[in-house]
């Protein structure tokens, strides 16, 4: 049974400037997940953002209990702790589906929640 799903569509641009300022990373991405191009890290960025609306977009959520992994292969995982766990484990999600592509400047990402 799908339990949410979330789409988000983000600026590379936008991302590559905010990565930049004091603090930034370090509130929104996990040390793993530091590395990689500006598409790369638009694309776990907007990964982040569709999770949150798959989730009904709860306050307190932090964007560190969230972490957006790839596998050998370039497949994109989620990796969820924290307050973001307790959200999924609160809705009874079981698994957690997710895509992302960039081109032309945006990324994009889509979430599923199945539970």
Same mark, same amino acid.
């Given at each position: 049974m799908i339990i949410g799903i979330g789409v988000d569509v983000c600026? *590379?641009? =936008?991302? =590559? +400037?905010a990565c %930049?300022?004091?603090?930034?990373?370090? =509130? *929104?991405?996990?040390?793993a997940e530091l590395s990689g191009s500006d598409q790369t890290m638009a694309g776990r960025f907007a990964a982040? +953002? %569709?999770l949150a609306k798959a989730l009904g977009a709860p306050a307190g959520l932090r964007?560190?209990?969230c972490e957006v992994l790839s596998d050998e292969t370039g497949r994109p995982s989620l990796v969820v702790a924290g307050t973001v766990g307790? =959200? *999924?484990d609160e809705l009874g999600v079981s698994r957690l589906h997710v895509s992302i592509s960039h081109d032309a400047g945006v990324a994009v990402a889509m979430v599923v929640c199945e539970g």
């Open positions: 600026s *590379v641009d =936008r991302i =590559r +400037e %930049a300022r004091p603090g930034f990373t370090d =509130r *929104v991405f996990t040390l982040k +953002e %569709a964007w560190t209990d307790d =959200r *999924v």
